[in-house]
């Protein structure tokens, strides 16, 4: 839509016409000091005497100072002459479901069972709301938060597919604490101007008195209105427990779970609420206005014909006259024009990213996460334990160790020591396993995961012990040969001597016969000795020959037993590249354990009922 007269983005800047107005006015009256001559001499005689002096001043410079001062003043005051109609934001009423999930719910007068279809309706109540706040409760003998205030269906249809009657920590029947529990969830929203269209949708089969007397006096002088959906055929069905066995009463007889539609719409009435009976298709969710469209009209009241104007900032245009006195700027006198074009650049405008408005960091950085871009993620969370686990999801586990270590809890505890695993910490991974063990006894994920990690220690510790115990048996074989040399040596040796004394001991007896026999026996003496001597020689050369053979045999031992070291070590290192692809395995194994929410639901309930009651 275009308008004559303009739109200014940017009034206030009307402030400074006073002052341009007047610095134009000193510019227009400026006249220069003349010089002496120009005092002394008539101005008649002025052009004829005083050559080269120009007397007459041009005010063609003055006046395009004035035209781009007037176009800069109007550039910075944003003038718009179109704008765009947008429809006012509509802010939907949040709803507050409240669920019976006791074991009623498991009666089958409407197929498969009341569960089932209760969770359908659940889906499409959601997918009517579109994304507007919307919460669950459910309740039995207690009551617990499923889903806080959210339009993030997929978190609330993952949940709600897993809800069931075997996750409340103890039986009952107490709707109140469930509107309770709503209450409380209404009255911590930071969106206090939506209290007074807040809704709180109760479904149920039927209500105790003492249950309706417990909610008036929790909705009295409450701006919240109570809806009631009943689940239930007036018929009714045997109840069951969660192993499919009918529930019987003290004398024995199967207990059915009825309808009672007239008590309950009288309750939602007196409330100022409306009462409906779940049906397959849409006619609940139309009668209750429990759509997205129907939030927005009850919202809207009173703003059907106002609209949002979006102007469109066109300052721009008049930059365009000063680009052109630009390009004079280095003519004398013109500089300070210059400076006109830094001030006069409109402001740009920026397109805002309404999804950051309703999300906080840890939803976007969920959604992030939930985008498999887990270093953004890591970024954006505020929670540690999700910065953490975003950075153990993109393997970047120092970061995730820092993010750890601050953590006291058993799950923060574990996680931590799942790092450490990572990085090949195993001792200090079972340290903290050992802390979150201690911390919560049955944590069964922290305890397989210290039996793997202490069989892979094991392992590891006997493969280098057998490492160990080889290379000492090479090193005992070693000492075993140059020991058997040495001996060998020395029997060489002693021999040589026995020889050396038996041929003095001859030598000596020779002598001595020489003394006592005649000349004629020296001749056979000598034969004898060179016998002997020659006998001696033989078995030299025999025990030389010997000793030989047992070195070369032991070189040839010492060589097979480096071969035998040489293969067993390969084989080694095969056995444990083996085994580091298999705890690889194992430890991928670990992380595909795949998540059950409803066990964390269940969990979560039982240590909040725990922490209710004082178990902490």
Known sequence: MISLW???????????????????????????????????????????????????????????ITVAS????????????????????????????????TQRMLSSDIPPNRLQTTKQKLLDIIKARKDAQTALVVYAGTAHIVVPLSDDQATMTNLINSISPNIMPQLGERADLGISKAIQLLSNTQQNNQLNHAEILLITTSLSEQ?????????????????????????????????????????????????????????????GGYYSTITLNDTDINTLNLANLKGQQRNTEGTENKTTDLWQDQGYWFILPLLLLAALASRKGWLFCVPLLFVLQPQPTQAFEWHKL???????GAKLLKENKPNEAAKRFENKQWQGYSAYQAKDYKLAEQKYSQETTPEGLYNYGNTLARQGKYHEAIDEWNKAIKAKPNFEQAIVNKKIVEELL?????????????????????????????????????????NNQQNNDQSKKGNNSQNNQQQSQDQQDSDQQNAEQKDQQQQQDAQQSDQEQQAQQNKQQQNNDQQDAQGQTMSNADKNANQQEQDEALLQQIRTIPDDPSELLRRKFYYEQRYNKGGY
Do not use: C
């Open 70 to 101: 007037l176009f800069a003043l109007i550039a910075l005051m944003g003038p718009s002459w179109k704008h765009i109609e947008q429809p006012p934001l509509k802010i939907d009423a949040p709803l507050i479901i409240v669920m019976d999930l």
């Open 458 to 498: 094991k392992k590891q510790q006997q493969e280098q012990q057998s490492g160990d115990d080889q290379q000492q048996n090479q090193e005992n074989q070693q000492q075993d040969g140059q020991q058997q040399d040495g001996n060998s040596q020395q029997q060489n040796d002693q021999q040589q001597s026995q």
């Open 6 to 64: 303009p739109h200014w983005q940017r009034p206030l800047f009307i402030i400074l016409l006073p002052v341009l107005i007047y610095l134009l006015w000193k510019l227009w009256n400026f006249h220069e000091i003349k010089g002496s001559w120009q005092k002394l001499i008539p101005s008649l005689f002025q052009p004829w005497l005083l050559r080269g002096i120009s007397v007459q001043e041009s005010i063609l410079p003055k006046l395009l």
């Open 358 to 364: 309703w999300l906080n960091k840890d939803q976007q």
């Open 211 to 271: 249950e309706q007397t417990a909610i008036k006096q929790l909705l009295a002088n409450k701006p919240f209105t109570l809806n009631i959906l009943g689940v239930g055929t007036a018929q009714g069905a045997p109840i069951l427990d969660n192993k499919g066995n009918f529930v019987r009463n003290a004398s024995g007889n199967i207990m059915l779970s009825k309808l009672d539609s007239n008590s309950l719409q009288r309750f939602a009435y007196s409330e």
